[in-house]
T-cell receptor, first 114, second 114 residues
Framework: DGGITQSPKYLFRKEGQNVTLSCEQNLNHDAMYWYRQDPGQGLRLIYYSQIVNDFQKGDIAEGYSVSREKKESFPLTVTSAQKNPTAFYLC?????????????FGQGTRLTVV | AQKVTQAQTEISVVEKEDVTLDCVYETRDTTYYLFWYKQPPSGELVFLIRRNSFDEQNEISGRYSWNFQKSTSSFNFTITASQVVDSAVYFCALSEATGNQFYFGTGTSLTVIP
């Protein structure tokens, strides 16, 4: 089945550690996005990529990094510079340059700092 | 500036009641797109509807209906005869033809009480 797969579903990180969240899609979409969700704040854009080997910062990129080496994959690294990383992270994709089409979402990764 | 405003943070209704979720948007583009998503407790965002700025026709899909009014920049969502399974967080979103991302509201948490 076509879709977006995020892993792991739950992730625990010690303070000072970097962690990487996986996002894979088999929808043949060029555009991919990472959102962070905190209670009462909706979805905030971290990074997005419109094409392989290119990505742009969103509204809250500080403390995060991404790569886009393959069309299917858009991993997000939460670095130790991110001071408050505990949140729910959602990955999404959409067809290229066509924001008239809805974005498709993965099931999310819940990151907790312990 | 907030491009999408969902003023209702939480709503509780008794089963079988009708409920309307409000969404107000802001854009200078003449071509834009509006979306509603449902986020059940599992976390994944489920696409419900898409509307483009040139189509103000209201839409009905089963118990769901949407009222798009450009004059008031609103795209409200009504659930008729609510059911417990409708309990979720609902997000309204906007994309612009000249833009490259989706803008989400802060969401409305709906609880349907049996």
């Amino acid at each position: 089945d076509g879709g977006i797969t995020q892993s792991p579903k739950y992730l625990f990180r010690k303070e000072g550690q970097n962690v990487t969240l996986s996002c894979e899609q088999n929808l043949n979409h060029d555009a991919m996005y990472w959102y962070r969700q905190d209670p009462g704040q909706g979805l905030r854009l971290i990074y997005y990529s419109q094409i392989v080997n290119d990505f742009q910062k969103g509204d809250i990129a500080e403390g995060y990094s991404v790569s886009r080496e393959k069309k299917e994959s858009f991993p997000l690294t939460v670095t130790s510079a991110q001071k408050n990383p505990t949140a729910f992270y959602l990955c999404a994709s959409s067809p290229p340059g066509r924001l008239n089409t809805e974005a498709f979402f993965g099931q999310g990764t819940r990151l907790t700092v312990v | 500036a907030q491009k999408v405003t969902q003023a209702q943070t939480e709503i509780s209704v008794v089963e079988k009641e009708d409920v309307t979720l409000d969404c107000v948007y802001e854009t200078r583009d003449t071509t834009y797109y509006l979306f509603w998503y449902k986020q059940p407790p599992s976390g994944e965002l489920v696409f419900l509807i898409r509307r483009n700025s040139f189509d103000e026709q209201n839409e009905i899909s089963g118990r769901y209906s949407w009222n798009f009014q450009k004059s008031t920049s609103s795209f409200n969502f009504t659930i008729t005869a609510s059911q417990v399974v409708d309990s979720a967080v609902y997000f309204c979103a906007l994309s612009e033809a000249t833009g490259n991302q989706f803008y989400f509201g802060t969401g409305t948490s709906l609880t349907v009480i049996p």
